[in-house]
T-cell receptor, first 114, second 115 residues
C-alpha cells in the first residue's frame, strides 16, 4: 500500500507570491490534515478535510486555505507569502471513519520564502 | 497553545542505555500518541495509549499514562544509534472540540544515541 505522497518536496518562493502544495493520501483514507512545522512554533494544525468538506480549522490567517477533491487528494494554498511562512508543511491521512487515532504522515513540503 | 510539552528538550545517551522522555498535557484526552521524526522528514507513529490504559508496550517501547497528573512517559530500552531522532507526544483535541485529524503536538525531545 503506497504511503502519503506530498509534492513538491522542496520549493523556494519570494514574498508576495503564492504557493500550492499537494497531498495524496493512503488509498481508502478519506481524511487529510495539514500541519505547519517551524523551529519556533513546532507542529501546528492548519486544517482537516473529510469527504471534500473542511472538518476543522486551526488558528491561521485566511491566507492559508485548502481543499479536497472527490478522490481524497488535497491541496493547500498560501497566498501573499511572508518570510514567516517558511516551514515544513506536513500532510497526514487517516480513514476518518473509525477513530483509531493514528495519523499517517507524508515526507513534507519544505517551503522557503525569500 | 501547545497541549503537550516534552521534557527534556534534548537527550544524549550511549548505545545500549535506556532513554526516557516525558510529556505533560493540559485538558482531558481520549488518547495520547508518540511519534518519531528523523531530521526534516515526516512523522512516524510509534504507539497510542488510550485514556483508560496505564501502560502499553511495543517492542523496545514502553509508554505510561497518568491521567490524574496529565502526563505520559516514553521509555526506549537498549537504545541504538538508529533511534536518533526527535520524539513528539500528541494528544487528541477533543477537549478543544477537535476532530480525529486534529492532534496537538508538543515541541519534542531531540534524542541523540552515540555509538
Amino acid at each position: 500500500k503506497a504511503g502519503v505522497t506530498q509534492t513538491p518536496r522542496y520549493l523556494i518562493k519570494t514574498r508576495g507570491q503564492q504557493v500550492t502544495l499537494s497531498c495524496s493520501p493512503i488509498s481508502g483514507h478519506r481524511s487529510v490534515s495539514w500541519y505547519q512545522q517551524t523551529p519556533g512554533q513546532g507542529l501546528q494544525f492548519l486544517f482537516e478535510y473529510f469527504s471534500e468538506t473542511q472538518r476543522n480549522k486551526g488558528n491561521f490567517p485566511g491566507r492559508f486555505s485548502g481543499r479536497q477533491f472527490s478522490n481524497s487528494r488535497s491541496e493547500m494554498n498560501v497566498s501573499t507569502l511572508e518570510l514567516g511562512d517558511s516551514a515544513l508543511y506536513l500532510c497526514a491521512s487517516s480513514s476518518g471513519l473509525v477513530n483509531t487515532g493514528e495519523l499517517f504522515f507524508g515526507e513534507g513540503s519544505r517551503l522557503t520564502v525569500l | 497553545s501547545q497541549q503537550g510539552e516534552e521534557d527534556p528538550q534534548a537527550l544524549s545517551i550511549q548505545e545500549g542505555e535506556n532513554a526516557t522522555m516525558n510529556c505533560s498535557y493540559k485538558t482531558s484526552i481520549n488518547n495520547l500518541q508518540w511519534y518519531r521524526q528523523n531530521s526534516g522528514r515526516g512523522l512516524v507513529h510509534l504507539i497510542l495509549i488510550r485514556s483508560n490504559e496505564r501502560e502499553k508496550h511495543s517492542g523496545r517501547l514502553r509508554v505510561t499514562l497518568d491521567t490524574s497528573k496529565k502526563s505520559s512517559s516514553l521509555l526506549i530500552t537498549a537504545s541504538r544509534a538508529a533511534d536518533t531522532a526527535s520524539y513528539f507526544c500528541a494528544t487528541d483535541a477533543s477537549g478543544y472540540g477537535g476532530s480525529q485529524g486534529n492532534l496537538i503536538f508538543g515541541k519534542g525531545t531531540k534524542l541523540s544515541v552515540k555509538p
